[in-house]
């Protein structure tokens, strides 16, 4: 048995409590150990995505029980395409908050360690339980990330979140209890089977189960009308931070995308579950979102909006649920993570030239650097709105062409393309708040260096043009992955060729 | 017993609920905390209530009761227990900062 699976897990998690052993000696021992892990991320994430691209399905039984008695890792072409996403995100981030980020508080490096291990966990895990698991060690993870820094915006926001974050687990763990009461088993592609036969006499009981499951990832996920509590949230948090928070919203996809292909899809108990609403919601979670870049005042509140616009993108394209939807969404995921964690690190760059206007919409005194800020910030715009020539244009172009023959596809476009316009003005305005109603800065403001940070964000600003170059190949990889969604080869890794017979397997 | 049970989890989930609907942190921690009691109830149960039987098989034991709930019980207080902790931990620190206790200190964004 191959072990490759439970890298990305482990590898985070022991960088974390080496970062918090070596607090005593420092912060350059703790920026090595986070960027030497981060890095072996980056080599794991791409050795999985060579194995997984051959079409294998690893699957790791912790324990060396084997599923369904066991909880077992599930390596397939989704969740390495999630790990690697999430690793090209990590490295810029803590690169940048090496610069400088992580000093202004405590143990910075270890929990975003964890959070990364959190993240890679519910990207591979194949049980229900094991993934509220990881879902929790992620959230506990963003609960500290989020307050780095301190400030009352910041403890506030996280009050609520973790409020809201403490409800959603207490929903997902009635969900989980139902589940198991009626079907008997938590195993993704074992569900899929007790799904099938389950008995008149509980399925209502399963039904709202599984309903209680589909309202909490679209929580994580910020669907509307659960998504008011995004923006504040990640605009309040330090810039790498909500870096890495572009991919938490995408967590809530996965799980709903990855739930409802591998469990509830088959089954007419719950099949027609997501589909009368889901594409409704995602619409109105694209307006929600483009309003609320419309009414923000500062740019890592547009930012955290316009993430809300790329969950009900992501979702309006699920909800087609075609193969070349599934696809396209993909690609959109791969696009919209790297550029939204990109821009939030622009906006911690903006916000650290500008002194005392930070990211605010209002006069202040001409940012430093303003050149270099300004191309970077055409680039970001141009991405995250979906202006040709860049990736995000790419991706929604698909999307359009996908969803224009699924039920509500006229009204879909019409908030797709809005989607894209409005954002645009509001980043030109915001940019010509930035760049040129400025004030010359005070004599003594000494220019800013070109630091880690500005690296970082520079890095990032490769995403987009790079996903241009290698449309193709990024492309097949997500049709693949939405093949190998729809096909019984999952379920057959983890179950072997007859289900029927797992359970009577003795370990 | 199911009976009690029962009406013992929806009046837990009921104040928990009330509770968490209200301005005060303190209440909400009291309310989450109801939750996660009810929660772990819903999760006890799910493995069905059977009174003095082992979660083992045992050799000449006929009834034996469902194990992997309770262990996912286990996991459950575990994490709740800790995300109370620190809840508390943020709330007092939120109050330092405002000086409020509540959940509408919060600057415009």
């Known amino acids: 048995m191959s072990h490759l699976a439970i890298i990305p897990i482990l590898l985070p998690l022991a960088a974390g409590i080496a970062c918090l052993a070596l607090e005593r000696a420092g912060l350059v021992a703790q920026r090595a150990v986070s960027l030497a892990a981060a890095l072996m991320m980056m080599a794991v994430a791409a050795l999985l995505l060579r194995h997984a691209g051959t079409g294998a399905i690893d699957v790791y039984a912790l324990g060396n029980w084997p599923a369904p008695f066991g909880i077992v890792l599930v390596l397939d072409r989704l969740s390495a395409l999630m790990v690697a996403v999430c690793a090209a995100l990590a490295l810029p981030a803590l690169i940048y908050a090496s610069g400088g980020t992580d000093a202004l508080g405590r143990h910075f490096h270890a929990l ?357 170059a290698f449309a193709a190949p990024v492309a097949d990889y997500a049709r693949a992955t939405a093949m190998q969604l729809r096909s019984p080869a999952a379920s057959e890794a983890v179950l072997g060729a007859d289900p029927a017979t797992a359970r009577e397997r003795r370990p | 017993m199911e009976l009690i049970v029962a009406a013992g989890i929806g009046l837990l989930t009921a104040c928990g609920l009330y509770l968490v609907l209200r301005a005060e942190t303190f209440s909400v921690v009291l309310g989450l905390t109801l939750l996660s009691y009810a929660v772990n109830l819903v999760l006890f149960a799910s493995g069905r209530l059977v009174a003095n039987a082992p979660p083992l098989l045992v050799e000449g034991v006929p009834r034996h009761t469902d194990p992997l709930p309770q262990a996912l019980v286990l996991t459950a207080i575990v994490i709740s227990f800790g995300m109370t902790a620190y809840l508390v931990a943020l709330a007092l620190r939120a109050k330092g900062e405002s000086g409020r206790d509540g959940f509408d200190g919060g600057d415009p964004t």
């Open chain 1, 112 to 468: 975003f360690q964890f959070q990364i291990a959190g993240l890679n966990g519910a990207f591979l895990t194949g049980d229900l339980f094991n993934l509220f698991v990881f879902f929790e060690v992620l959230l506990l993870a963003s609960y500290g990330l989020l307050v780095h820094g301190n400030g009352r915006a910041r403890a506030n926001a996280g009050l609520a979140y973790v409020v809201l974050n403490l409800t959603g687990s207490a929903l997902f763990l009635i969900a989980l209890g139902l589940l198991y009461g009626t079907l008997g088993t938590l195993n993704m592609a074992d569900m899929a089977h007790a799904l099938a036969r389950v008995p008149a006499a509980d399925q209502a009981l399963v039904r709202t189960a599984a309903s209680l499951l589909v309202v909490v990832f679209a929580l994580k996920a910020a669907l509307f009308p659960l998504s008011f509590w995004l923006p504040s949230v990640y605009g309040a948090a330090v810039a790498p931070a909500a870096a890495l928070f572009a991919i938490m919203t995408k967590v809530g996809v996965y799980a709903l995308l990855r739930v409802s292909s591998a469990s509830f899809a088959g089954a007419p108990v719950t099949a027609d579950l997501l589909q009368p609403w889901l594409m409704p919601l995602a619409i109105a979670t694209i307006v929600a979102g483009t309003l609320g870049a419309l009414a923000a005042r500062r740019l890592a509140v547009v930012v955290a909006s316009l993430v809300v616009v790329s969950t009900g993108t992501l979702l309006a394209a699920i909800a087609a649920s075609g193969i070349e939807a599934i696809a396209a969404a993909l690609f959109y995921l791969v696009h919209s993570t790297l550029v939204a964690g990109g821009f939030f690190l622009l906006a911690g760059r903006i916000a650290s030239a500008r002194g005392e206007a930070g990211d605010g919409f209002r006069t202040g005194q001409t940012a430093t650097r303003a050149v270099t800020l300004g191309a970077a910030y055409l680039v970001f715009a141009l991405a995250i709105s979906g202006v040709p020539p860049l990736s995000g244009f790419l991706a929604k172009l698909m999307i359009l062409r996908s969803i224009q023959e699924a039920p509500f596809g006229p009204l879909a476009w019409t908030a797709l393309l809005s989607s894209s316009l409005l954002p645009a003005l509001v980043l030109a305005r915001a940019a010509s708040v930035f760049f040129w109603e400025a004030k010359p800065a005070p004599a003594a403001t000494a220019e800013a260096r070109l630091g880690l940070p500005a690296l970082a964000m520079l890095t990032m600003l490769a995403a987009s043009p790079l996903l241009v």
